[in-house]
């Protein structure tokens, strides 16, 4: 019996070793500009260190409906600006009636810059000054 006990000690200890070393996890906070300032968000960001892949969720919350603004737009896109590139359109944040919507993605940086920004279009080739939330992601 005393046996069974340690094998399963070791096993939980190969476990919480493998998972330690392969993977981070950790939120950022997404900050609002003035054209939203009632917005809220987050960035919650899980990593793969041996694969070099980061999973990221962004969730907002109090977001108005991108037709509400002054002047209004169309859609808000979700960019992710690597540190040594130029920003990639990651697709379009959808935004219900309930002021909240999310978004998941995936990315080969560890080290980039989050943009939310308010576009006429779904699908520009570059971000617009128009950026209604933001944050650094550093891993």
Avoid: C
Wanted: aromatic share 6%.
């Amino acid at each position: 019996m005393r046996q069974k006990g340690y094998y399963v000690l070791v096993l939980v200890a190969v476990a919480m070793l493998t998972l330690g070393v392969t993977a981070w996890a950790k939120t950022y906070a997404l900050q609002a500009t003035s054209i939203t300032p009632g917005a809220t968000g987050s960035v919650d960001v899980k990593g793969d260190k041996t694969g070099g892949n980061t999973e990221m969720t962004i969730k907002v919350d109090h977001l108005a409906r991108p037709t509400l603004l002054t002047p209004p737009a169309n859609e808000y896109v979700v960019w992710i600006a690597p540190e040594d590139g130029a920003p990639q359109n990651q697709g379009v944040l959808q935004v219900g009636d309930n002021e909240k919507g999310d978004l998941k993605m995936t990315t080969s940086s560890s080290k980039f810059r989050v943009l939310v920004t308010a576009e006429t279009e779904p699908h520009p080739k570059t971000p617009s000054n128009r950026v209604v939330l933001q944050s650094n992601v550093q891993e």
